[in-house]
Structures are given as structure tokens and as C-alpha cells.
């Protein structure tokens, strides 16, 4: 566990972006080869936005990446924050209460804010209004998105006192999760159904992404489950009657184009549709 925070705590940029790359092709690869739907796309041209949204947001956390390197040396050097007020831990739990921590304030409760806060709302559209989902879809966030998302990440580091290697570590992962659970592919439903209890699995995520409401505003996870089982925010729903995209921004030459997508956000929409369980 040591050497993997050390690794972590000096990871070359190099090295993260083999993750980022390394993760979209091998899921890319695996959609083709056990598709959950068989979309009639050109895959390139649909990825193009995506793929400009994920350049976007490298850009901005690259920019704001300093805030968060002072804030995790400060709150070490400080011995401030949740884990680091918690004594006589090992340091394999140190590690694992980090990462969940960091999970819930960064991911789950940045995702939750975002539905309930119509501005915030808004922004998150962008990535909602995707009608094909597949692993390029996970990094499509609006700039202004990924400047809210650093937002709550720095103050996850700040409370939790986590160190820049959890921060690494946790990020990494996030990435790979993502990337797996907005994929294209068919697992077995009992696999699929297993990995929900602890995990965020491809047929939980894609729920969220019906596009109607109650669907929508439910299975916030990023990484673990546990998060939406324990706050009463879990449904299901049969993934083979899905339907991707938001109602409110029910346009899908619109929603394909990066400059309709980046005024998205401060445009009028339509009334949403509420649909019973």
C-alpha cells in the first residue's frame, strides 16, 4: 500500500494520460464486441463533441491543478481533516475511508447538487442530453461543470485532509469507473447486478441517463454504490427500455453540435415530463 501512495503521490502526467487514453480505448474496444444496444451512428462523429468536452476539462483541472496541490500539502502538514482526526488507523483503511470519503463529497454529492439546483441543473444538462451513450460520453461536462465538479473536489480534499496521493489514486480510479459504467456493453445481468452492491455498474449508471424523471434524478454513484443505497437515491429500471438523452432538451442535431452544446446552459427548456414507477 505504500509503495501504491508513493507512486501516486509523484504520478508523471505522462502516466495519467495513458489512464485516460489507455481506459477509452480498451472500453471503446469492448462496446463493439458486446454492445448493450446496437446504435446506427457514425462512432467518430459521435465521439467528436465528447471528446472536445474531455480536452475541456483537462484544460481546466490542469489550470486549477495548483489549488489543489497547496490545499492537500496544507491540510497534511496541518494534521487537519476527517482522516486525519481518526485515530491509530492502518494504513490500508486510512486509504479506503479516504477514497470513500473523497467519492461522497466530490462525485456523489457534487452529481446530487447539480439535479437540485436549477442553475447548476443547467450546466449538467450537457452531459445528460447525450441520445447515445457509450464510454465517450462519460468527460462530457460543460467547462463550466468542471470548474463546479474542482470546486467540490478541493473542498472534499480540505475536509477530508486528504493527501495528494489519495487524491491521485482517487482520480485515477474515477476515471477508469467512469469510462466503464457509461460504456456501450452487455454484462450477464446477475454479474452486472452483483457489482451494483459495492460498485457503480454499467446497467445502474445508464438508469440515471433515461431521459425522464424520476429516472434522472436517481443512482448518483461514481465509484461505489453505497452512496445512493444507504441515501435512498438507488433505482432500477430494464436497461433494454432505456432511452438516453433529457426531455427538456429533446433535440438530438442540437445536442450533437459543440456550439449549440456550450450555450446549452443559458438556454430556455421545455417543461420536463414526470413519469411514474
Do not use: C
Not at 73 to 102: E, K, Q, S, T
Not at 156 to 177: D, E, H, R, T
Not at 219 to 235: A, C, K, P, Q, V
Request: aromatic fraction near 14%; charged fraction near 15%; glycine fraction near 4%.
Amino acid at each position: 500500500m505504500e509503495a501504491l501512495l508513493n507512486y501516486f503521490e509523484t504520478i508523471p502526467s505522462s502516466h495519467r494520460s495513458l489512464i485516460l487514453v489507455g481506459g477509452l480505448t480498451l472500453f471503446w474496444l469492448i462496446e463493439g464486441g458486446i454492445p448493450l444496444f446496437n446504435f446506427k451512428y457514425n462512432k467518430w462523429k459521435h465521439a467528436l463533441p465528447n471528446l472536445f468536452f474531455t480536452l475541456t476539462t483537462i484544460i481546466v483541472n490542469f489550470a486549477l491543478a495548483f489549488l489543489l496541490l497547496k490545499t492537500s500539502y496544507w491540510v497534511v502538514a496541518n494534521d487537519f481533516g476527517i482522516i486525519n482526526w481518526i485515530p491509530n488507523m492502518p494504513l490500508w483503511l486510512y486509504v479506503v475511508v479516504g477514497i470513500l470519503l473523497m467519492d461522497f463529497i466530490g462525485a456523489y454529492l457534487a452529481h446530487y447538487v447539480e439535479h437540485k439546483v436549477k442553475p447548476l441543473w443547467m450546466v449538467h444538462l450537457v452531459h445528460h442530453s447525450d441520445h447515445k451513450v457509450d464510454t465517450t460520453t462519460a468527460n462530457r461536462h460543460h467547462p463550466l461543470e468542471s470548474m463546479i465538479r474542482f470546486t467540490f473536489t478541493l473542498a472534499g480534499v480540505f475536509i477530508i485532509g486528504a493527501p495528494i496521493a489519495i487524491v491521485m489514486l482517487y482520480q485515477s480510479m474515477s476515471l477508469v469507473a467512469t469510462q466503464f459504467t457509461h460504456a456501450n456493453i452487455r454484462l450477464p445481468k446477475k454479474l452486472d447486478k452483483a457489482l451494483s452492491y459495492v460498485l457503480v455498474s454499467p446497467d445502474m449508471h445508464k438508469v440515471h441517463h433515461h431521459y425522464v424523471l424520476p429516472y434522472t434524478d436517481s443512482n448518483y454513484g461514481n465509484i461505489f454504490s453505497i452512496w445512493d443505497r444507504l441515501l435512498g437515491t438507488y433505482m432500477e429500471f430494464d436497461r433494454d427500455e432505456l432511452i438516453y438523452g433529457v426531455d427538456v432538451f429533446p433535440d438530438e442535431a442540437k445536442n450533437s453540435s459543440i456550439k449549440e452544446l456550450l450555450k446549452q446552459p443559458f438556454q430556455k427548456y421545455q417543461k420536463p415530463t414526470i413519469k411514474p414507477d
